[in-house]
């Protein structure tokens, strides 16, 4: 009788340290729709994401490397430079969250109101380009 129990013991314990040790990788590597999406895909929402909310007159975003997740639970992000108005800013964005900038004041270029929207050139860290409307 107890041998039995011993063993009934070792065996929920054995199926609960699987259970658990199974869904660490699934919960830290799993899935995310960002995941699924390539580097350059998730460059090009920055840069859209960047002048919708942030930066209305940007005219041009250069990605400076590829984008990665700097920590355990940390939002994708990229080092790029924007010109605004003609000058270079040194920032740090995501598709997630707001900008950071580097550099100088840290602080964003005044967005002129009413403004304009002009197409915007996004040069990807790999060295291709395109200009969207």
Not at 47 to 53: D, F, G, I, K, S
Not at 62 to 78: C, E, I, M, Q, T
């Amino acid at each position: 009788m107890r041998a039995a129990r011993v063993a009934g013991v070792l065996i929920l314990g054995g199926a609960a340290l699987a259970g658990i040790t199974a869904c660490v990788p699934s919960g830290l590597h799993g899935t995310s729709q960002q995941q699924e999406k390539s580097n350059l895909d998730l460059q090009r929402e920055s840069a859209l994401t960047y002048r919708n909310e942030w930066q209305p007159n940007v005219e041009k975003i250069r990605f400076k490397r590829d984008g990665d997740r700097p920590g355990l639970g940390a939002s994708w992000r990229v080092n790029a430079v924007a010109t605004v108005d003609g000058r270079d800013y040194e920032v740090i964005i995501s598709p997630d969250l707001g900008p950071a900038f580097v550099g100088g004041t840290g602080k964003p270029p005044e967005a002129p109101t009413p403004y304009t929207r002009q197409p915007l050139t996004v040069i990807y860290s790999d060295g291709t380009s395109e200009v969207i409307e």
